[in-house]
């Protein structure tokens, strides 16, 4: 058996890696038209950065899993064909800064009809509206010239966290695989379960309807994000009456019915999915009449953008209503700990906003390299989808800076904000950083690692979110 996957990103290239580990009798080829992507793959700095995935790519690279520019070949030849393309939010025309933009979808399919000599098992990997395959299938069918070919279309989403992609791949709680209510659907959903099976309990093997497993995808991500929007709507609510989120969190946490996962609040969340779900699936709600459940579920991204216009108003008007020409360090740039991953991280709405009010932002991400740091600050929304975005220019920008430790960030800076909740930040010597800084110098901390009540000590002025108030913070009027 052979397995192509196109798209060699976030998703396509660990999921194949694994699956290269696991299924040593399979060839597994990961392809892609962006040739320095695929160099990269092929080197010892993988374009990616996943804790164990370099381990298990040095281990398959060669023997059973390839990375190629010939998309060709390698997807005529396969039994199995994955697809993990972007699927951005449209920024233009019918559905602009909602509906999915299914351009590089679509375009692959039409590759893979014109290739094709031999029935072909096509795998939706990629994050796409519901009746998506309906769609895709019309396009293969079409586009392929052989009446011998037949294409049988699967929904395999994918349900991985940055930072544990690999230990999500390698024990995931679930995989889903939705195929057509038919008997050579029922044979492709049997045929994928088998390669899984190499490695998966048959019990964690769930298989559905081809809509509901579209659909299971954006309402993981909607339950997910909506967690983070809720908790982070009662942060404000605890600053406002000297309430403390955290032990709010945690007195619901133990109700085992809400559980403890995914209710730290935070300046907001970020990542490739959460917003672009939701806007899809409220695209989705609207298309089919449905105004009320849309505007229900918009309300998770309305809050999440309120949180960190929120965060960015309460550093404006503690340091006395002005920015200006303050420096201020930024502690992560990352969408969260363990990734280098900035796709819509919250750090970029911040510090445009504090840089619209004139203050100078000096940027420290252990993961992050400067060059992507300009590229996210200057990019239109949305922009970040698109393939090409790596290689789009990167804006010098006047007042950011990007540094690479974290005292130089703060050497004569106003305020510290920290924005990622990267480890290492926990045991900065902030007693050092405190003498260099200028006074009063504040901290205010976006996702609550650090130690407060030290730091205080030491006379930073603390703002730790969904916490009682600093003195010094609660307004006088």
Not at 142 to 170: H, K, Q, Y
Not at 450 to 473: M, Q, S, W
Request: charge should be neutral; proline fraction near 4%; charged fraction near 25%.
């Amino acid at each position: 058996m052979k397995i192509a996957c196109i798209g060699a990103g976030y998703v396509g290239g660990p999921t194949m890696a694994m699956m290269a580990l696991k299924c040593p009798e399979i060839e597994v080829v990961v392809v892609d038209i962006n040739e320095e992507r695929i160099k990269a793959w092929n080197s010892d700095k993988l374009p990616i950065y996943e804790p164990g995935l370099f381990e298990v790519v040095k281990e398959c690279r060669g023997r059973n899993l390839f990375f190629s520019t010939d998309t060709k070949k390698h997807v005529g030849e396969a039994d199995i064909v994955f697809v993990s393309v972007n699927t951005p939010t449209k920024t233009h025309g019918i559905g602009a800064g909602r509906a999915a933009d299914l351009t590089y979808w679509e375009g692959a399919a039409r590759m893979i009809a014109s290739v094709s000599t031999s029935s072909k098992i096509v795998v939706e990997k990629s994050t796409v509206p519901v009746k998506t395959a309906e769609a895709i299938g019309k396009v293969l069918k079409r586009n392929c010239s052989d009446p011998n070919v037949n294409f049988e279309i699967l929904s395999n989403p994918e349900f991985l966290a940055e930072g544990t992609a690999m230990e999500d791949l390698r024990h995931p709680d679930r995989v889903l695989i939705g195929g057509s209510e038919t008997e050579s659907g029922r044979k492709a959903v049997e045929t994928l379960a088998s390669v899984y099976a190499h490695w998966i309990p048959k019990e964690r093997i769930l298989t559905a309807n081809l809509w509901s497993a579209e659909l299971a995808k954006l309402t993981a991500n909607a339950f997910l994000a909506q967690r983070i929007s809720s908790i982070n709507a009662i942060s404000a609510l605890c600053e406002a009456t000297g309430a403390d989120v955290q032990q709010v969190a945690h007195a619901i946490g133990t109700d085992t019915r809400i559980g403890n996962k995914f209710l730290n609040a935070s300046v907001g969340f970020g990542g490739s999915c959460f917003q672009k779900d939701i806007l899809n699936l409220c695209y989705v709600c609207e298309s089919v009449g449905l105004k009320e459940v849309a505007e229900y579920w918009f309300q998770v991204v309305s809050m999440n953008d309120y949180q960190k216009q929120r965060f960015v108003e309460r550093v404006i008007s503690a340091m006395f209503n002005t920015v200006s020409q303050k420096k201020i360090a930024i502690y992560g740039f990352a969408f969260k700990k363990d990734t280098g991953d900035t796709r819509e991280t919250p750090a970029i709405d911040v510090c445009k906003g504090l840089i619209r009010d004139g203050a100078r932002c000096c940027i420290f991400d252990p993961e992050v390299t400067p060059e992507q740091i300009f590229r996210d600050l200057s990019a239109p929304k949305f922009e970040w989808d698109r393939p090409n975005y790596s290689r789009s220019q990167s804006h010098m920008l006047e007042n950011v800076q990007v540094v690479s430790d974290a005292a130089q960030a703060a050497d004569g800076a106003h305020a510290i904000c920290v924005l990622t909740e990267w480890d290492q930040f926990k045991t900065l010597d902030f007693k050092t950083m405190y003498e260099k800084m200028t006074k009063p110098a504040f901290i205010f901390d976006g996702r609550n690692i650090l130690d407060h009540a030290k730091l205080r000590e030491i006379g930073f002025i603390v703002y730790a979110l969904g916490k009682p108030l600093d003195p010094f913070l609660v307004k006088g009027y």
